[in-house]
T-cell receptor, first 111, second 114 residues
């Protein structure tokens, strides 16, 4: 079955450490997105990519980085510059102009 | 700037009662509107969408939403809810000028009690 796979489901970060969240899709979608979800805040866009080797900052990109070397993959790195990384991170993909499909998320916590 | 307001953060109802989850948006351009549902510790699933045409859209599990341009609303309704409808519901609007970016409301937690 086609879908979006996010891994790991739970992740812990130590002080000063960078961590990378994986997002893979086999839907052949061109566009991919990363959102951060905090309780009562809805979803906020971190980065998005409409095409391979190109990506754009969303509303809260500071402290995060991404790459898009393959159509299927859009990893998100949470750097040590992100001072409040504890959140639920959601990856999504879409065909341009169509609704987004979401993965099951990664919950990141600070040790 | 576009925005989405979900007027209720929590809505408790009894099983088999009707429910309405309210969503208002602001936009100066044509809009595309969506409702997503999220069960605990899962991603979002598309519930229904309004792109054009009929202003009343329906989902396969009994939810419906009506696009009201004059009131800039896209409220979600169900005539009789089940325990399994307990979840968080997000209203979203496609950002004007973008190819797919969405702006989300802050969510409404629907709690269905027996």
């Amino acid at each position: 079955d086609g879908g979006i796979t996010q891994s790991p489901k739970y992740l812990f970060r130590k002080e000063g450490q960078n961590v990378t969240l994986s997002c893979e899709q086999n839907l052949n979608h061109d566009a991919m997105y990363w959102y951060r979800q905090d309780p009562g805040q809805g979803l906020r866009l971190i980065y998005y990519s409409q095409i391979v080797n190109d990506f754009q900052k969303g509303d809260i990109a500071e402290g995060y980085s991404v790459s898009r070397e393959k159509k299927e993959s859009f990893p998100l790195t949470v750097t040590s510059a992100q001072k409040n990384p504890t959140a639920f991170y959601l990856c999504a993909s879409s065909i341009t102009y169509w609704p987004q499909h979401f993965g099951d998320g990664t919950r990141l916590s600070i040790l | 700037a576009q925005s989405v307001t979900q007027l209720d953060s929590q809505v408790p109802v009894f099983e088999e009662a009707p429910v309405e989850l309210r969503c208002n948006y602001s936009s100066s351009v044509s809009v595309y509107l969506f409702w997503y549902v999220q069960y605990p510790n899962q991603g979002l699933q598309l519930l229904l969408k309004y792109l054009s045409g009929s202003t009343l859209v329906e989902s396969i599990n009994g939810f419906e939403a009506e696009f009201n341009k004059s009131q800039t609303s896209f409220h979600l309704r169900k005539p009789s809810v089940h325990i399994s409808d307990t979840a968080e519901y997000f209203c979203a609007v496609r950002k004007g000028g973008s190819q797919g970016n969405l702006i989300f409301g802050k969510g409404t937690k629907l709690s269905v009690k027996p």
